[in-house]
């Protein structure tokens, strides 16, 4: 059974810290990992990764795959209140539907 | 571009009351559809997925059912609701792309609250 764990579950920073957020998974024939930010309702995309070690970045996030490892994180710099959010990572393994399992996700809470 | 929307945002109903939660998808066509849910704020859990008008797939055992009546509309029902049937729904739609990708866009759910 494929399989996704975050950790922390939960992290209260300030503005202007950075922080990494841990995404470990089991999958059957690994197709993709998926980031998602979720403040108040639907989840919006953030970054999906196939490759090992490249980066993709957007602003002051960015994310890393290693597929050897089974693990990705994801960075944010210089964080501001508008950060504080749900953060869910999902895989997708071998399904032909395309099916995602996530993960339990990380509460980040950025106190000003 | 792609819009998908859900109905109603909030439902408040009593233990055995049934249930009709719709999806939308705008913008694209034979999309992959799903239903989530997603308790006290954490991950989210598949319930159902379609790949096609009239074809469901259940993946988890529970108490709802799902129907797809036309390409671009998903429906998540039950007859009785139970209290622990309560939590936030999320329908999303995804096109399989090239190299296995699969990136998943979430309608604004619905926060349903089974008394």
Sequence with gaps: EDKVVQSPLSLVVHEGDTVTLNCSYEVTNFRSLLWYKQEKKAPTFLFMLTSSGIEKKSGRLSSILDKKELFSILNITATQTGDSAIYLCANRGGTSYGKLTFGQGTILTVHP | ?115
């Design chain 2, 1 to 115: 571009s792609q819009t998908i929307h859900q109905w109603p945002a909030t439902l408040v109903q009593p233990v055995g009351s049934p249930l009709s939660l719709e999806c939308t998808v705008e913008g694209t066509s034979n999309p992959n559809l799903y239903w989530y849910r997603q308790a006290a704020g954490r991950g989210l859990q598949l319930l159902f997925y379609s790949v096609g008008i009239g074809q469901i797939s259940s993946e988890v055992p529970q108490n709802l059912s799902a129907s797809r009546p036309q390409d671009r509309q998903f429906i998540l029902s039950s007859k009785k609701l139970l209290l622990s049937d309560s939590g936030f729904y999320l329908c999303a739609w995804s096109r399989l792309l090239a190299g296995g990708g699969n990136e998943q866009f979430f309608g604004p759910g619905t926060r349903l609250t089974v008394l």
